[in-house]
């Protein structure tokens, strides 16, 4: 059985391959430590097989953890099996987008790009239908009133009492305005829905438009940077969420992680004020009525 990807096993693997690398010790040594096989060890390191806490103690006592860290990550490893609301809608999504959602319920920081579609995080209920009502080359339909759910759900991170909500910030391409899903109706509550959430204290929205003087460069690149702070003393969680055709990438590598960073900033910076898209947004407003 194939092990679910959750945010506190992300972290967990994240400070065992620091320790790891850190300490400069082979499998074989720690397979030898723990009694098991060094393939053991390899399984563990790529989320292929599940850690016990008494392993994680084992580990992290070789490794060199601090005791404070340790107890960080035996805590993170008593959560692993702990469902969360999320997983009652596996039937729906596939695991990388279940990820994606776990990610966002963690996350400190969000920061996303994207180009013709409005992000879920900012979809009203009948836009969202809209989307799915829409030709797919997938067979058949997913439940949409389960899609809803799963929607509010999701949305449910920006005004939250506790935890603090995320600081989510948007750089959105034109084309997503322009781009009509459900006629003009659906449209123009939904242009209203972004001028209202673009007024969130946690949240900003900004607009990269057609008309300008330079053209844009990857604006039509869509991701979005996810930062998970992490727990005491354990390190934070850094990535880059880019979504394809039939699945999903979640890149980590730091030097991958900053290009992306560097092209966030490009971007952000060539869009338009988040004062000037929320007017610029009511101008499309007024197109759909």
């Known amino acids: 059985m194939a092990i679910a990807h959750t945010v506190p096993l992300l972290m967990l693997l994240n400070e065992l391959t620091r320790l790891k690398t850190s ?21 563990i390191m790529l989320g292929q097989s599940k850690i016990s806490v008494g392993d994680t103690k084992l580990l992290g006592e070789l490794y060199g953890a601090s005791p404070e860290l340790i107890e960080v990550m035996l805590d993170l490893a008593r959560n692993l099996g702990q469902k969360g609301d999320w997983t009652s809608y596996r039937d729906l999504f596939r695991e990388s987008f279940r990820l994606l959602v776990d990610l966002e319920h963690h996350a400190g920081r969000l920061r996303q790009v994207q180009s013709e579609i409005i992000p879920g995080l900012l979809q009203t209920e009948a836009y969202r239908r809209a989307l799915h009502d829409a030709p797919t080359p997938f067979h058949g339909k997913t439940d949409v009133d389960g899609e809803i759910q799963a929607l509010r759900y999701r949305q449910s991170i920006l005004t939250r009492e506790a935890p603090a909500p995320p600081t989510v910030s948007f750089a959105l391409s034109e084309s997503y305005l322009r781009r009509g899903y459900g006629g003009a109706a659906v449209m123009r509550d939904q242009m209203h829905r972004l001028i209202e959430i673009a007024d969130y204290p946690n949240v900003q929205i900004q607009v990269l438009p057609f008309g300008g003087n330079d053209p844009i460069l990857y604006a039509s690149l869509d991701f979005c940077l996810i930062h998970v702070p992490g727990p005491g003393i354990a390190n934070p969680l850094n990535f880059v969420y880019v979504e394809q055709y039939d699945d999903a990438r979640y890149l980590d590598d730091h ?8 092209l966030w900033g490009y971007l952000q910076a060539a869009a338009l004020g988040p004062q000037d898209s929320v007017e610029f947004i009511g101008k499309v407003a007024d197109h759909y009525s």
């Open 23 to 43: 300490s400069g010790i082979k499998d074989a040594e720690a397979a030898r430590h723990l009694g098991c096989q060094p393939s053991k060890i390899n399984r």
């Open 255 to 262: 030097d991958r992680v900053e290009a992306y960073e560097q």
